[in-house]
């Protein structure tokens, strides 16, 4: 198993960065494809990016494409999600989550962190 810890959510004004931070322990990250999910108020939860488990395959949702950007440091078991150019409709809890295999579907993800909240204002 592995425990996920995101971080790295905050108020930011739109146009602004933030970088979030996914903090994995148990079973190393290297063996999972990562991913980021979001969930907009009053909105389900979505897909926002994914990285395989090398990093060397890389996905983002079409909203999020160009201005966000996913990495990964197996070394520190830590995943992250760089936003860039932040827009209130990015207003939502994100969460990280492990699959054995890269993808966009929420059901191939085994495990889930709980969530950091990320709030764009205009």
């Known amino acids: 198993q592995v425990q996920l810890v995101e971080s790295g959510g905050g108020l930011v004004q739109a146009g602004g960065s933030l970088r979030l931070s996914c903090d994995a322990s148990g079973r190393s990250i290297e063996t999972y494809a990562m991913g980021w999910f979001r969930r907009a108020p009053g909105k389900e939860r979505e897909f926002v990016s994914a990285i395989s488990l090398s990093g060397g395959s890389t996905y983002y949702a079409d909203s999020v494409k160009g201005r966000f950007t996913i990495s990964r440091d197996n070394d520190k078991g830590t995943v992250y999600l760089q936003m860039n150019s932040l827009e209130p409709a990015d207003t939502a809890i994100y969460y990280c989550?492990?699959?054995?295999?890269?993808?966009?579907?929420?059901?191939?993800?085994?495990?889930w962190g709980q969530g950091t909240q990320v709030t764009v204002s205009s």
């Open positions: 989550a492990a699959a054995p295999v890269v993808a966009g579907m929420q059901q191939r993800y085994d495990y």
